[in-house]
């Protein structure tokens, strides 16, 4: 959890409170889909983490959203 969900808070909340605006680029994982119903994955796929990676990894992804 602090390696993933709450570095990724530490940058995002840094980019916030300098007034500029780059881009950060966050790789998520197909992790964040548990055991998909169907191969290859799309993204618009429901997300079932199925471990504390896939969910650490989704919750980054939410994260991000929020902030943007």
Do not use: W
Not at 9 to 18: I, K, W, Y
């Amino acid at each position: 959890l602090r390696a993933s969900v709450m570095s990724l808070a530490t940058v995002l909340d840094g980019v916030r409170e300098s007034g500029l605006k780059p881009a950060v680029l966050f790789p998520s994982s197909a992790a964040i889909y548990g055991n998909p119903a169907r191969l290859p994955v799309g993204e618009n796929a429901p997300a079932a983490p199925i471990s504390p990676y896939g969910f650490h990894k989704q919750a980054c992804e939410l994260l991000a959203q929020e902030f943007a």
